[in-house]
């Protein structure tokens, strides 16, 4: 079981604060919205919480029952999407999923089907729609064999026929993994338990 504790996080850019004063307890089970309008600090706070930024004060702890994990490590628990997530463009899509695989490993080997994409297997990420894009990061971080799932704006780019899909996969994660989703749209965080509104 991981768990992730934030103490006092704060975090600014050049003398501004985004945010200060940040506590939480993430716990597997106990799926997490962060909410608030552009610019209350959503994202920035999602990338401290990964490890991805430092944190400009206060501490972050990630245990696994109790072993604690380096923030250094903590990369190998994680799966992450978001819209502004890079893919390697000059992969095709089974290059990219290979590759993905060998990286992080992959829970299943119908991603392609699951994401019905079976006619663009070898056609190249830089020819992809944005709306094919955030789909693909989307399932590669669903079925990451990770037990943390972080998701900032998941249905960006998304039509409504995928967005029902990103509700149907999420359900099916609940209880699987520690959950934390950083938006301001109500239709893509209406199964967390908890809600912290950013200000």
């Not at 506590?23 to 990964?50: D, H, M, R, Y």
């Not at 944190?55 to 994680?78: H, R």
């Not at 819209?83 to 390697?88: A, G, Q, S």
């Not at 301001?184 to 912290?196: A, D, G, R, S, T």
């Amino acid at each position: 079981m991981l768990t992730i504790y934030a103490q006092n996080l704060g975090k600014k850019f050049n003398n501004e604060w985004i945010f200060r004063n940040f506590s939480f307890e993430f716990q597997a089970n106990k799926p997490v919205a962060i909410t608030g309008n552009n610019g209350s600090g959503k994202s920035t706070l999602l990338q401290v919480i990964s490890g991805i930024l430092p944190a400009s004060e206060g501490k972050i702890f990630y245990k696994v029952n109790d072993k604690v994990i380096t923030t250094e490590n903590f990369y190998k628990y994680l799966a992450w999407a978001s819209p502004y997530m890079e893919l390697v463009e000059e992969l095709t899509l089974t290059e990219m999923i290979q590759f993905h695989k060998k990286l992080k490993g992959l829970q299943t080997a119908h991603l392609v089907e699951i994401l019905r994409l079976e006619n663009a297997r070898h056609k190249y990420i830089k020819n992809f729609s944005s709306g094919m894009k955030q789909r693909l990061k989307l399932g590669l971080a669903f079925y990451s064999p990770v037990p943390v799932l972080l998701l900032d704006e998941p249905t960006t780019n998304l039509d409504q026929e995928n967005t029902l899909w990103y509700r149907s996969e999420m359900q099916r994660l609940l209880g699987e993994k520690l959950i934390i989703v950083a938006s301001n749209q109500p239709e893509e965080y209406e199964f967390c338990k908890v809600k912290i509104s950013l200000q």
